[in-house]
């Protein structure tokens, strides 16, 4: 355990420059934007623009003086939680997004289960069945799955599915969980598609090597073969890439809230974009940089308890 | 057996698939029977009948016109965000692998810092502080992309830079130019030409993706995710608007996977370009029950 | 002479060929043997002859693209052969166990050594996970090693000496029948390998057991079996007692073999000609004609069958089956 907590305290470390540079990007976004923001929040809220207003703005903003110190002041109120205000409501941002979040939380959890629940059984059966006209048939269908846009899955789930059965909702998050039924279905179909063919790959690959031979000359049940000895091994290089799903499955959440006008953090980023309202995007992208890196950061942390070879690299060294 | 058979006729289905594609749209100009843009009010809404092989949209215009118009643009700007990619991607990761020190590490913390934003989210970020439009999606895209070019040519640098045939080439006297233009660049492109293939249908999605949220390509030029949310409003009455453009990007997308997929077992054996992981079980190859020694 | 073990094990007839793009390989053919309770029989031949085919045939486990085609295995008057998979599952790991030569793809990389000797214990026993522990435990203390460290160790934390014991330790915690040793001391230095040759020449008194000692190391055979069998190319190419095989050898390939061996042909070694055969292209006769000294025109074109050319001990071969006579009168004078 100690290994492990070493481990965590040397990547956190590691964290810091990454953490720097993600806020930073954050905030130099906002130079990138055509015109001047502080005139941006005046006309927005009304205010005259003069010159005395430009200033107030602009000390309000933190966008006047040197980049470093600018920087620096901006970063101070991130750390405080301020993010600023939104241009249309006048809100905090910070309180806009966190109480957007949630939703997306749940969107991203049902998509991640759709993905699993879809996978697993998917890449294990074809595994198993190998060379079968049903693997055939099930490796060309993960293949297609794997190459359909997620905003046009969705438009067909809602044309083809929800409304000819009616009752199934397509709209919000009001019906309680049904609701959240063809979102996650749209956001994890596509992943689905490629651990299914993943997991099918190193199933094989794994099931061909010495210790599952070894296994079955000590009689053990074919269940336990796969499940105990297989499965697991074949799950490491999976969890792998669940770092770059991740960043997929956040990407699709926008789409996916914008087709079912889920009340999320993306379709209030979308709005922001074309709103200009540049403080809730910054809020957006700092928060998903953030979110990115906490859920690599969970998934390193999962991988070393799965294997232990890469646990034990360090820190305990050969029994003599 | 069967699975390499079927693998290579899959492949070769996806190159199929993309010429085809490519020649369709770009013939559009010579293919098209109308003018994709001009909105005719009068013919809204047409089923397919001789003049309108497809019918017309609910604006009257085209929809053969502009789905042949649409692939065109989608496939023109993946081309030009690939290129820019290329071009920035390739000589930065050649140059700090085969530098090293600071330029190195330098490259590798501005990595580290752009891969920690999901890939799409940065640029649709990006795409929104720059404003809606293709241009601004094509910056906005190269900006989020060309690092992971830097990263795998700048691994194989690394890796390359030991083997012998660097070493000799470099007690020969070869500078350092000679060696990057003759002897690594050679070897680093075949991995790159297979990433830029699986890249493509990414990107084609990316660009449709941004488009069907209103970032991308603006109303009236067509372009297959625009299309796509121009039809929301008809997707049950008038379905066609929807499907014909999602099947042209899927079919788009499965061609780059299929033949990106085909070209990494001919190109990269030695699996640059597969996402990285630890292998599954013990790193010794399973030992052959028939060696074959001295035979043949 | 010794003819007071009760036989344990018996293969009469077995066949295993492997479907390649190649063609058919004939991995092991027509092979018969049979060993008796606490005795060792060892099978020699090169890599490649078809010894691991034969061993993994024995538990049914023969790998794609192989089959087993014809034969019987007999263990205690049953043919493994007909039993379901469900009984045959039974058999394996506690009436036949196997031990291989690379102990660290024995156990799965990423479970503690201890949990795959437990796992195999409850596979078998209705035993609870306590219990099973300790007996885990008792089994590896037995081979000499640390028992509470090496439970609890993954597989990459132990020396291969010490993985190799407690490969060991699992194939025997279930007191099998036969124990079958696939190249499992090869990999290990000399003095390990004594004691672990040793150890299992001790056991195979005190609790009954056969063991099929499967090699290429003549030195080890010769330390441990009571009976060789001599593989090549897939068949039983001679057979016998250690000692007469060893001193006596029939087979041109088993002398070829024992004279490129310096533990018994010092000072003189002599390679053999040519090289192994290709399994996928055997010739018509005998596979081992090509190489061999004494070959003639039947030697190419007819498979030798395997006679008893002296007591106990089979051979192969054309040329000695063509002075049987000759020896028979040899012996009496």
Sequence with gaps: MQVMLKYLIRRLLTLVPVLLGVTFITFILMDLAPGDPAEILLTRRDIEVTPENLQLAREALGVDGPLPLRYANWLLDVLQGNLGTSFTTGEPVSAEILGRLPATAELAAGGLLVMFLLAFPLGTVAALLRGTVGDHIGRLTALVGASIPSFYLGLLLITYIAVPMEGIPVMGKDEGLISLLLPSVTLGFGLAATYARLLRANLLEVLQLDYIRSARSRGLREAVIIGRHAFRNALIPVVTLLGITMGHLLGGTVVVERIFAWPGVGRLAVEAIFDRNYPVIQGYVLLMGLAFVCMNLVIDLSYRLLDPRVRMEEGEGKVS | MTGRLLRDHLSLTGLVIIILIFAVTMAAPVLAPHDPLPVELSERLRSADDQYPLGTDPLGRCLYSRLLYGGRITLQYSLSVLAIILLIGIPTGLLAGYLGGMVDGLLMRVADVVLAFPNLILALVVTGFLGPGLINVMIALAVVSWVQYARVVRGMVLSLKQKEFVLAARSAGTGPLGIIWHHLVPNVLPPVVVMATLNLGGLVLSIATLSFLGLGAQPPVPEWGAMINEARNYMVSTPMLMLLPGTAIALTVLGFNLLGDGLRDVLDPQGFTRPRQQSAGSSKPSPRLFSRRGSQ | ?333
């Excluded at chain 3, 203390?141 to 990459?156: H, I, Q, V």
Aim: hydrophobic share 40%.
């Design chain 3, 1 to 333: 002479m010794d003819n007071v073990h009760k036989q344990v094990l018996e293969v009469k007839n077995l066949s295993a060929n492997f479907y390649t793009s190649r063609g058919l390989i004939r991995a092991a053919d027509n092979i018969n043997f049979n060993v008796g309770q606490s005795e060792c029989l060892a099978i020699i031949g090169e890599s490649g002859a078809g010894k691991s085919v034969t061993a993994l045939s024995l538990l049914r486990l023969v790998p794609h693209p192989g089959r087993i085609e014809e034969g019987e295995i007999n263990l205690e008057g049953r043919d493994l052969l007909q039993l379901n998979p469900k009984e045959m599952r039974r058999v394996r790991g506690e009436d036949l166990a196997l031990v291989f030569q690379d102990s660290l793809s024995t156990f799965n990389p990423v479970r503690t050594i201890g949990s795959h000797i437990c796992e195999t214990i409850t596979a078998h026993r209705k035993l609870s996970s306590a219990e099973a522990r300790d007996m885990a435990r008792c089994k590896l203390a037995e081979m000499g090693l640390p028992a509470e460290r090496s439970f609890r160790s993954f597989p990459f934390q132990l020396s291969g000496g010490m993985r190799q014991r407690a490969a060991l330790a699992m194939a025997m915690s279930l007191h099998p029948r036969v124990l079958i040793a696939d190249e499992a001391t090869t990999s290990l230095d000399v003095t390990l390998q004594a004691q672990i040759l040793h150890y299992l020449k001790k056991h195979l008194q005190e609790c009954c057991m056969s063991l099929l000692f499967i090699t290429h190391d003549l030195a080890a055979a010769a330390a441990v079996a009571d009976r060789v069998a001599v593989m090549y190319a897939g068949r039983i190419v001679e057979s016998g007692p250690v000692r007469e095989v060893f001193r006596q050898p029939l087979h041109p390939y088993t002398s070829a073999l024992l004279r490129s061996h310096p533990s018994f042909c010092p000072g003189r070694l002599e390679p053999i000609n040519g090289s192994p055969p290709d399994l996928a292209d055997l010739s018509p006769g005998c596979a081992f004609s090509p190489r061999c000294l004494k070959g003639r025109e039947i030697c190419r074109n007819k498979v030798p069958s395997l006679q008893e050319l002296w007591p106990e001990q089979q051979a192969a071969c054309h040329f000695h089956q063509a002075r049987k006579n000759d020896l028979r009168e040899a012996a009496v004078t």
